[in-house]
């Protein structure tokens, strides 16, 4: 199936369609009290679990939510509130090797990790802004050596850990090739090079082994190419990076050398069009 083939769209709140690359839509339309059960209110990230069950975070539900082989709510786990395994305005998601979920916490400045069954497991952070806190952190990721690196969007930077340990912090608040302006997305690629959404420069930043800034391409604009305030992206197979460029209401897609290739969607409520795509799996 090409990948631009649609499949369908789903009735939820903050609608987002269904292609072999999937997008979500999401902020500025966070319902304003909890939604029910069999509804979702924006929801933000997604990714599949072991048994290929769509799983997404539903940050005014306070929630993650496991579909079912129709695309249907079938269970979550979450409710309000700041101890352990509970939840306040989810943002992003990965899973890890062993299928264990890591939610980032935004509200509550942490990652908390959960086990398939939405029992807590971990606890990564806190509130703060001294290495191994965060302030409103966004996006996860997990690499193929099981580090997790967390966008840490109010800090600006970058913080990688292992076994819930701190190792490195990248980036910082400014304008230098080497800085962030509110970073919320990250990912890792196949030679080791680490990619950064800068969101409010427009750019994917990459960086290497070494932590040392390499390239970065994009920019802000609407213009093919350009981002405005983007907010999710995922490497795929192909070493082609995926990037949901938010407030063009689109999905862009580079090569890892950064050129561009093709864009998805556009302006709108219907099937292949998105309102503000956030997460992208």
Not at 1 to 17: C, E, I, P
Not at 23 to 34: D, Q
Not at 196 to 213: I, N
Request: glycine residues 14%; charged residues 20%; positive net charge.
């Amino acid at each position: 199936m090409k990948r631009r083939t649609f499949l369908k769209a789903l009735g939820v709140t903050g609608a987002f369609s269904l292609f072999d690359i999937i997008a979500l839509s999401g902020p500025g339309h966070a319902a304003r009290e909890r939604p029910g059960h069999g509804t979702l209110g924006s929801p933000f990230d997604l990714a599949f679990d072991r048994s290929g069950h769509l799983i997404m975070t539903d940050p005014p539900g306070y929630r993650v939510v496991r579909l079912d082989s129709s695309n249907r709510p079938l269970s979550f786990f979450g409710r309000p509130g700041a101890e352990a395994g509970k939840l306040n305005f989810p943002k992003g998601l990965a899973i890890d090797s062993s299928g264990l979920i890591h939610v980032v916490d935004s509200n509550n400045g942490r990652v908390q990790i959960f086990d398939e069954n939405g029992k807590v497991r971990g606890v990564i952070g806190s509130i703060g802004s001294v290495g191994g806190t965060f302030s409103t952190p966004q996006g996860v990721h997990i690499d193929a050596d099981d580090r997790v690196l967390i966008a840490d969007t109010r800090n600006h930077r970058i913080q990688i850990f292992r076994e819930r340990e701190l190792i490195a912090v990248l980036g910082e608040w400014g304008d230098a090739k080497n800085q962030f302006r509110l970073p919320t997305a990250s990912s890792v690629g196949p030679d080791g090079d680490i990619l950064v959404l800068d969101s409010k420069h427009g750019l994917v930043k990459v960086f290497g082994r070494d932590l040392k800034f390499k390239r970065s391409f994009g920019g802000v604009g609407d213009a093919p190419g350009l981002l405005n305030m983007p907010q999710g992206m995922v490497l795929d197979e192909h070493r082609h990076l995926w990037v949901a460029d938010t407030y063009n209401n689109r999905v862009q897609e580079y090569r890892l050398d950064g050129s561009f290739v093709s864009v998805l969607g556009k302006t709108g409520t219907g099937p292949g069009e998105f309102a503000h795509p956030t997460g992208i799996a």
